[in-house]
T-cell receptor, first 113, second 113 residues
């Protein structure tokens, strides 16, 4: 099935632990990005990539790291989890041309205790 | 900083009624005006979008109206159904490199049976 696949769907971490949220797309989209969604805050951009080997920071990058070695994959790493990182994380991808909209994954619900 | 203002924050409509959600933007470089629909526990999904060369676009019960001079666009849901109950986001973008999607804060629509 074409689309954006995120794993895991749910995760509980202890403060200080690290983990990687996986994101993969099979639509050959150039752009990929990570958002977090918190109640009352809408969706906020964490990191994004305009192509393999190119990444940049978004609005709320602290505590997160990304890399993009292939067009398909864009993992998000939490370096040392904090309770403030409890959120729902969405990966999204799009073509370079803005006229196709973004495709979102189904999300990862992360709880840091 | 790009600003996107969405209204209302929440909306209750009776089944069969018309739902109207508005989005105001500041950046005149935007050239793609989408609405995303998000159901609980799911990622946002592109619902309908319009380019600035037309003032209205209709897809089934969903219509976008675009007012370039007022820098506003709106989503109209005709014959609203309980299955339309979701959160709706506007997220206009341009076509000049990577566009950091700036989402409106969202409108929670509840269609009562």
């Amino acid at each position: 099935n074409a689309g954006v696949t995120q794993t895991p769907k749910f995760q509980v971490l202890k403060t200080g632990q690290s983990m990687t949220l996986q994101c993969a797309q099979d639509m050959n989209h150039e752009y990929m990005s990570w958002y977090r969604q918190d109640p009352g805050m809408g969706l906020r951009l964490i990191h994004y990539s305009v192509g393999a080997g190119i990444t940049d920071q978004g609005e709320v990058p602290n505590g997160y790291n990304v890399s993009r070695s292939t067009t398909e994959d864009f993992p998000l790493r939490l370096l040392s989890a904090a309770p403030s990182q409890t959120s729902v994380y969405f990966c999204a991808s799009s073509y370079r041309d803005s006229g196709y909209g973004y495709t979102f994954g189904s999300g990862t619900r992360l709880t840091v205790v | 900083q790009q600003q996107v203002k969405q209204s209302p924050q929440s909306l209750i409509v009776q089944k069969g009624g018309i739902s109207i959600i508005n989005c105001a933007y500041e950046n005149t470089a935007f050239d793609y005006f989408p609405w995303y629909q998000q159901f609980p526990g799911k990622g946002p999904a592109l619902l309908i979008a319009i380019r600035p060369d037309v003032s209205e676009k209709k897809e089934g019960r969903f219509t976008i109206s675009f007012n370039k001079s007022a820098k506003q666009f709106s989503l109209h849901i005709m014959d609203s159904q309980p299955g339309d109950s979701a959160t709706y986001f506007c997220a206009p973008t341009g076509n000049t490199g990577f566009q950091k999607l700036v989402f409106g804060t969202g409108t929670r629509l509840l269609v009562s049976p």
